[in-house]
C-alpha cells in the first residue's frame, strides 16, 4: 500500500475535484436509495387504502429524487473525467521528467519497453481504475448502509438474512482477490515483453528485411503474444468467477426472502409494500457488495502497475549535482587512479588503475582493441557513469564538485551510437545550441564538413530528418552529430570513434577544421592510426588497463599493438 500512498501525494491540487465526484455520488446515490421506501408507502396506503392523494405526493417526490440524482450523476462525471485526465497526464509528465534525471547507471535498471509500458500502459491502467472504481466507491458503501439501514425499518426480521448472505459474500470475495492479486504482476511484464518485440522490430526493420527474416520476427512475437494472451485470459478467468457467484448469492437471498414474506403476509405481520420495499433493498444492498467487490479487483490490478509507476519516480537518482559546486580552472583532465565497473557487484573492473594526465588545450588520442574499454574510459570524463574508484579531475576540480550542468556544458560528445531526431537540420543541430545563428551553424557544419552534402540538398539546413537520421547516411549522421557538438562551443570535445563511416579525405578534413581550435582539448577514439596520428599523445588500452602511453613514433617504438596495428593498416592501404 506503500505505493498508494506515493501515488496520492502526487494528487496535490486535483483532490478537490475528487472528493466534489465522490460528494455528488453519495448524493446521488442517498436520492436513489429513498425511492423503493416511497414505493413502498405507494403500494400500502396509495393502493390499499385507495388514496389518489399518495399517488400523486409520492410520485412527485420520486420524480424530484430521481431528478435530483440524475443532476448529480452529471456533475460526478464532469468532475471525475476531469480528476482522471489531469491526473494521469500529471503521472506521465512526473515519470518522464524524472527519467530526464536518470544516469546511464538508472537506465541500466529498466528495459526501455519496460519504461515506455509504465508511462503509458500502466498509467491507463490506473486511470481505468478511477474511472471505473469512484462511482461504486463511493456508491456501494452508501447503498450497502441505507439499504440495510431502510430494509430494517421497514421489516426487522425479514433483513435478518443480509447477516447471513453477507460473509458469504466477503469470503468469496477474500478467496478471488487472494488468486487473482499476483497475477496482474505478471500480465504487465508480458506487456513489457510484447512491447519490447514490437520495439526491436521497427528498430531494425532493414535488417529484418535485409536478412529475410520476416518469419523468424513473427514466430517471436506471436510467442510473446501467446504468453500476454494466455496470461490474461487466465487472470481474467479468475476475476470473472466474481459475477456469478454474487448473482447466485443475491438470487438465493431473493428466493429465502420470497419464501419468509409470503409466509408472514399469510400470518398478517408483513405487508405487501414492504415485502416489495425490502426486496428492491435486497438488490441494491447486493449490487452494491458487487461493486465493492469491483472496486477490490479494480484495486488489485492497479497496485500492480501503481508499484510499477513508483519505481521508475522512486528510482535513486545515482548522479547529482553538488550542493557547493566547484568552477574549474582550465581544461585539463586527470586521470587519478581510477577504477571503474558497472555493476559495483561485479567480480572484475572494466578500467584498472587508469593514471593518466592531459593537458588543457592537447589533442590525445585512445586505441585500442574491441572491448577495451575506450567508450568506457571517456564517459566518465562527463559523468555518465561515476567511478567506483579513484578520481577524475577537470581543471584540478574532482568532476563530483562540479555542477552537472555545467560539466556538461564544457564537454562536447559524439558517441559510438549517433541519434538523430525527427525534424529539420537547423532544429537538430540547435541541440547543441539553442540560440545558435545561421552563422555559427553553417561554420560548426563547414569544420564538419557537412555544409558539403548540405548544400546538395534542395531545402538545405531546413531539410527534415526522418526518426534516428534513416533518410541520410551513416557518415552525413556522424559529422551533423560533430557539427551539434561544437556549436556547444565546449572546452572539452571527446570524438567517440565518430568518423568511422566518413572516408579518409573528409577525415583528414575534419581533423585540419578542428586543429584551428587551439584552446580546445580533444579526445579522439579511433581505429584507424590515421585518425590520431597528428595527436600530442595516444594512449592504448587493452583489456581495461593502460598498455602504453606516447606519440606516434615513440609508440610504434615501443608498443607492439600499436606497431603491428599501424602496419596492418599501412598494408591494407598499399594493396
Known amino acids: ?86 491526473y494521469g497526464e500529471k503521472l506521465r509528465s512526473i515519470q518522464y521528467a524524472k527519467i530526464q534525471e536518470y544516469a546511464f547507471i538508472n537506465l541500466d535498471h529498466f528495459e526501455t519497453s519496460s519504461l515506455i509500458t509504465r508511462l503509458t500502459s500502466d498509467v491507463t491502467v490506473i486511470q481505468n481504475s478511477l474511472i471505473n472504481g469512484i462511482r461504486p466507491f463511493a456508491r456501494g458503501p452508501v447503498i450497502l448502509l441505507l439499504g440495510l439501514v431502510m430494509s430494517f425499518i421497514i421489516n426487522k426480521e425479514l433483513s435478518i438474512i443480509f447477516l447471513f448472505t453477507t460473509p458469504v459474500l466477503g469470503i468469496i470475495l477474500f478467496f478471488i482477490v487472494r488468486k487473482v492479486a499476483p497475477m496482474y504482476k505478471y500480465l504487465q511484464k508480458a506487456v513489457d ?21 520476416d518469419e523468424y520476427e513473427e514466430d517471436k512475437f506471436e510467442k510473446v503474444n501467446h504468453d ?27 428466493v429465502g426472502l420470497m419464501v419468509l414474506g409470503v409466509q408472514m403476509i399469510q400470518a ?72 571503474f565497473k558497472y555493476d559495483q557487484n561485479a567480480k572484475e573492473n572494466v578500467l584498472t588503475d587508469i593514471d593518466w594526465h592531459i593537458p588543457s588545450g592537447s589533442k590525445v588520442g585512445v586505441m585500442g582493441a574491441t572491448g577495451s574499454a575506450k567508450s568506457s574510459l571517456v564517459q566518465l570524463i562527463c559523468r555518465l557513469y561515476d567511478v567506483s574508484d579513484g578520481n577524475i579531475k577537470i581543471g584540478q576540480v574532482d568532476v563530483r564538485d562540479i555542477d552537472l550542468v555545467q560539466l556538461r556544458d564544457m564537454v562536447g560528445i559524439v558517441l559510438q551510437k549517433n541519434t538523430l531526431f525527427s525534424g ?9 545550441n539553442p540560440h545558435a545563428t545561421d552563422e555559427q551553424i553553417k561554420e560548426a557544419c563547414k569544420i564538419a564538413c557537412a555544409d558539403e552534402f548540405i548544400e546538395q540538398m534542395p531545402d538545405k539546413y531546413d531539410t527534415y530528418i526522418e526518426q534516428g537520421g534513416n533518410n541520410i547516411s551513416g557518415g552525413q549522421k556522424q559529422r551533423l552529430c560533430i557539427a551539434r557538438a561544437l556549436l556547444k562551443e565546449p572546452k572539452i570535445l571527446i570524438l567517440d570513434d565518430s568518423t568511422s563511416a566518413v572516408d579518409t579525405n573528409t577525415d583528414h578534413k575534419i581533423k585540419e577544421g578542428l586543429a ?19 595527436c600530442d599523445q595516444i594512449l592504448v588500452l587493452e583489456d581495461g588497463k593502460i598498455s602504453a602511453v606516447g606519440t606516434h613514433e615513440e609508440l610504434l617504438a615501443n608498443s607492439e599493438f600499436y606497431r603491428g596495428l599501424y602496419l596492418s593498416q599501412q598494408k591494407g592501404a598499399n594493396l
Not at 515483453?193 to 527474416?213: D, G, H, M, S, Y
Not at 457488495?289 to 545515482?318: D, G, K, W, Y
Not at 547529482?320 to 587519478?336: E, G, H, R, V, Y
Request: proline share 3%; with cysteine; hydrophobic share 50%.
Open 1 to 86: 500500500m506503500s505505493s498508494l500512498k506515493v501515488l496520492y501525494a502526487y494528487s496535490k491540487g486535483l483532490r478537490k475535484y475528487f472528493v466534489a465526484a465522490i460528494l455528488f455520488v453519495i448524493i446521488e446515490t442517498s436520492f436513489e436509495v429513498i425511492i423503493p421506501l416511497l414505493m413502498s408507502d405507494i403500494i400500502d396506503i396509495g393502493i390499499v387504502q385507495k388514496d389518489t392523494s399518495v399517488f400523486i405526493e409520492k410520485g412527485i417526490q420520486m420524480m424530484i429524487c430521481a431528478l435530483l440524482s440524475l443532476i448529480c450523476g452529471l456533475l460526478y462525471a464532469r468532475y471525475a473525467s476531469k480528476a482522471i485526465t489531469l
Open 193 to 213: 515483453r510484447v512491447n519490447q518485440i514490437i520495439q526491436e522490430n521497427l528498430t531494425a526493420i532493414r535488417a529484418i528485411k535485409a536478412f529475410v527474416r
Open 228 to 254: 500476454l494472451a494466455k496470461i490474461s485470459q487466465d487472470t481474467f478467468h479468475y476475476a470473472s468467477f466474481n459475477t456469478p457467484a454474487f448473482q447466485f448469492t443475491m438470487y438465493a437471498a431473493i
Open 268 to 339: 398478517q405481520t408483513m405487508q405487501v409494500g414492504e415485502l416489495t420495499g425490502v426486496l428492491s433493498y435486497v438488490l441494491q444492498i447486493m449490487n452494491s457488495l458487487m461493486m465493492i467487490s469491483n472496486v477490490f479487483l479494480l484495486m488489485t490490478r492497479s497496485i500492480a502497475s501503481c508499484n510499477r509507476v513508483v519505481e521508475v519516480i522512486q528510482e535513486p537518482i545515482e548522479l547529482k549535482s553538488p550542493s557547493l559546486p566547484l568552477t574549474p580552472k582550465d581544461a585539463s583532465i586527470d586521470f587519478n587512479h581510477v577504477y
Open 424 to 432: 529539420t537540420i537547423k532544429e537538430n543541430l540547435r541541440w547543441g
Open 516 to 534: 584551428n581550435m587551439k584552446s580546445l582539448t580533444q579526445i579522439i577514439i579511433a581505429q584507424r592510426v590515421s585518425s590520431i596520428i597528428h
